[in-house]
């Protein structure tokens, strides 16, 4: 029995460390997942920022050297942004020229944090400076600073200030993860920030010197630390993009490690009760079947003596029985093991896929939220600034066609989801009628040529004559043509070139557009097609868009019963987008 229950004691063990071992590792990557969504949202705010001072910097006001002018546009503005402390104009050697806080026209000193405007003087960018005291050495606060070109030279360097206390705001809008600890931003010299737990403690300190080398390391990463405060940790971190910045995740070591302690104690300790309860056991049965065994050697002397055996059956049919048993029980365990093994496979497999769903679903609705939210800074910042009446007539106009630029592309935006939302409810309602393939691709053309003559991309055409018609809904079909088309022109640097090719091939209308962009990885070109899938999912990405375009086109392809493909023979070798329709009877039959 000690024996029998040994290995199921083993192998119990052995899946449990398993399974802590995994929800360990789960816990890891659902930090981390955090640390990146942090990072996202401080980026973004250091975005909006950034999009909202280079809308400031064009006013007319600043134009024209009226300071006067511009520190009302200032105030006005800055009023607008919660987190901001007040607006400075420097001049590149570091002057003070306008504070909002402060009257126009009284003297100001010299810039506070000068390493980020020295590094913005260098390279013409917009930066994010580091944590520092005030003038006066007493509040900390830290410097968003973009250039103010004009004529093609630096002038002025223009500067949001914000606080601590303002970066806590967002930082703590974002909900919780289960079992977090604190929440930390650290500047790009280490320096604390801000912090959910025991701000006024440590905010302005550096952080412990093992997370420092970490983050100087490596962009991002999970691992075992001591808090600032002392106590061991899980840390996840990632860095801000395109910033030195860093945001941290902590969560208590005994919150992700102590369940699996008690499972593997609540094992080591059943089995030890069971083995000693089983040795018991199996000293209690063994007198019974040891006195059978003396009985039949007693009996076997017997016979050798002629002497008349004195032999009870229930000896050996307790023997025999006990065997038939063990082969019995050891069957039935090996079949549990096998199921057993099959249930964890299957659970795993599931556990996986819920991670992916609940990764790309994390993942598309940080770029959602993203490119929602990026048609609508400019219209805010433009609207605001028409508001005040003081643009200029040419102002006026660049500022309504930026407002109606970013409209449209917020409504295409919401199209795309309207379309996804029918097509997977099954409500999208095609007109079929028969209809000139080739008339299609040239209304859709004509919709993305200026994209194209813009970034100097040439486009060459292809097309068969005497292409018979299709059976499909035109709309539909112009929507699948576009959206090949832009993604062609969106992909593509300038001085590429776009092919597009209309033939008969079989039985069959072929339209093939074909790019010399930037390809796509082979590893990636199996997923081109489902819904919510991007090469590069993060919402700093070069390219915009939700990543549904492909998806409408196949389900509206495969809605006209035809089919898509993609090919690319790799990254920056550009890609080729192949849609077969069936041709009306008449056609096709011509064409066999």
Known sequence: MAGTLLP???????IVYRL???????????ILREARNLAATVDREFSNTTR???ALAASDQLVEGDLEGFYGDARRVEE????WMTVILLSPDGQQLLNTRQPLGVPLPSVNEPASLTHLVATQRPVV????????GKNYAFPIRVPVIQDGVLRYALTAVITPQAMATVVEEQQPVEGEWTRTILDGQGVVVTRTLNPQQFVG??????????????SEGVYQDLSLEGMEVYVAFSRISNTPWTAAVTIPIQDIQGPARQAMGLVIGSGMALLLISGLGAYWLSRPISRSFTAAALAAEALANNEHPQLSSRSIKEVALLGRSLEVAANLLAERDRERAEHLERAEM???EAERANRLKDEFLAVLSHELRTPLNPILGWASLLRDGQLSAEKTAFALETIERNAKLQTQLIDDLLDVTRIMQGKTRLTMVPVDLVAIVVAALETVRLTAEAKAIAIQTLFEPELGPVLGDSTRLQQVIWNLLSN?????DSGGQVVVTVAQVGAEAQVQVSDTGKGIHPGFLGYVFEYFRQEDGTTTRKFGGLGLGLAIVRNLVELHGGTVVAASPGEGQGATFTVRLPLLPSQADRGG
């Not at 062609?488 to 593509?492: D, P, Q, S």
Request: proline fraction near 2%; hydrophobic fraction near 40%.
């Open 8 to 14: 199921v004691v083993l192998f119990a063990g052995a």
């Open 20 to 30: 802590s071992y995994q929800e360990q590792a789960a816990a890891e990557r659902r």
């Open 52 to 54: 909202t001072l280079q």
């Open 80 to 83: 607008t942004q919660a987190t």
């Open 129 to 136: 400076g580091d944590l520092s005291r005030g003038n006066a």
């Open 205 to 218: 300190q550096r952080g412990t010197p093992s997370f420092l080398r970490r983050i100087e390391a490596a």
């Open 350 to 352: 599931a556990k996986e």
């Open 488 to 492: 062609a022109v969106k992909f593509t």
